[in-house]
């Protein structure tokens, strides 16, 4: 039985992406199934298994490009109310892999619970900026992480707890298919104190990134003692254009996505950019947008 005729009431078929990423650009998903709840991510999960069926985990798609020919298989997003709780027991916040990360972090200031408000702006889910470790100078969500529930492919859960995680820059080692829900162990604090880091680091970030009325993502990881903004700007690149994509001159390590923008646009831009810092500072820059 095809995917759509075994879970009609929450598969799109031929569903464009490019609504549901931040750059607004990209081709359809052969399937876009929106679970209403874990039993049905499940079964979604072993029907994908059994039919080796390809299956792809969005986000908000603030760290995402898609291309612009179609996706094969399933993409999946995780949107009914059981994906977005937040709950607070003591000092510990468990949040739902499909919960915004702005409402956890309103959360966890509301309950004078310390450790997640500098990363206050960045946006996406849970469940995306938990697998990218979100985060800059001011600190990184691994380090609050305590237990992280994720689903391996054949829907078996499993709990996997912070001495058995690894955080790198802007990554992890969570690489199964869906993370399902995660635990912040946080620092209880006033929640004045906690409010006003919160809103200086909101200063701060925005005063660093592109317009908010612009569709930008971050290109590049910073490497080990070094800036990618910096490297791109020295470079001579703010605003250089491929098609209708742009570097920021706000900060070089963004592109824009003008309207008209194609992934192949995006993808060109990527590639002169590396290839003018190496020439330029001998530096081989890593991409950290993730590209479908
Ligand atoms: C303007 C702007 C500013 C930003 N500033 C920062 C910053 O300061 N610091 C920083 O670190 N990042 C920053 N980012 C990057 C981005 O916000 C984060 O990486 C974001 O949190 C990704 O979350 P998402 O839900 O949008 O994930 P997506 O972009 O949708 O997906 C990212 C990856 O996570 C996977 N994924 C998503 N949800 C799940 C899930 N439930 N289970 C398993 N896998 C999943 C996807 O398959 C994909 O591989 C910025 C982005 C923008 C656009």
């Known amino acids: 039985m095809p995917l759509f005729d075994a879970f009609p009431e929450i598969t799109k078929r031929r569903e464009p992406l490019a609504p549901y990423t931040h750059l607004r650009i990209g081709g359809p998903a052969e399937c876009l199934v929106q679970p209403r709840t874990t039993d049905e991510l499940k079964a979604v999960l072993r029907y994908c298994k059994t039919k080796s069926i390809p299956l792809r985990m969005l986000g908000g798609g603030f760290n995402l490009l898609v291309n612009d020919d179609p996706i094969p298989g399933v993409v999946m997003r995780l949107t009914g ?4 709780s937040i709950e607070t027991q003591g000092k510990t916040i468990r949040a739902a892999g499909g919960a915004q990360l702005f409402d956890l972090i309103a959360h966890s ?7 997640l408000e500098t990363l206050v702006g960045i946006r996406g889910t849970v469940g995306g900026s938990v697998r990218c470790n979100v985060g800059d100078r001011s600190g ?3 380090a609050c992480v ?4 994720v689903l391996h492919d054949d829907a078996s859960e499993l709990i996997r707890t912070r001495d ?7 990554s992890s080692d969570l690489d199964e298919p869906v993370i399902l829900w995660v635990e912040f162990e946080l620092t209880p604090e006033n929640p004045r104190a906690v409010l006003k880091r919160m809103t200086r680091a909101w200063i701060i970030r925005k005063a660093a990134e592109p317009h908010s009325f612009q569709a930008g993502v971050r290109l590049f990881r910073d490497p080990a003692g070094l800036n990618a903004a910096s490297l791109i700007e020295r470079a001579g690149l703010a605003k ?10 706000r900060n070089g390590n963004y592109a824009i996505a003008h309207p008209g923008t194609t992934a192949k646009d995006v993808l060109k831009l990527i590639d002169h950019v590396r290839a003018k810092v190496k020439d330029s500072a001998g530096v081989t820059l890593e991409r950290e947008l993730n590209v479908w």
Not at 109 to 115: F, I, K, N
Not at 164 to 170: A, K, P, S
């Open 81 to 84: 109310p059981e994906f977005s």
């Open 109 to 115: 200031v509301r309950s004078g619970l310390g450790g």
């Open 140 to 142: 990184e969500i691994g």
């Open 146 to 149: 305590r237990r992280v529930a």
């Open 164 to 170: 058995e995680l690894t955080f790198g820059l802007h």
């Open 240 to 249: 250089f254009r491929v098609g209708s994509a742009e570097i920021s001159d």
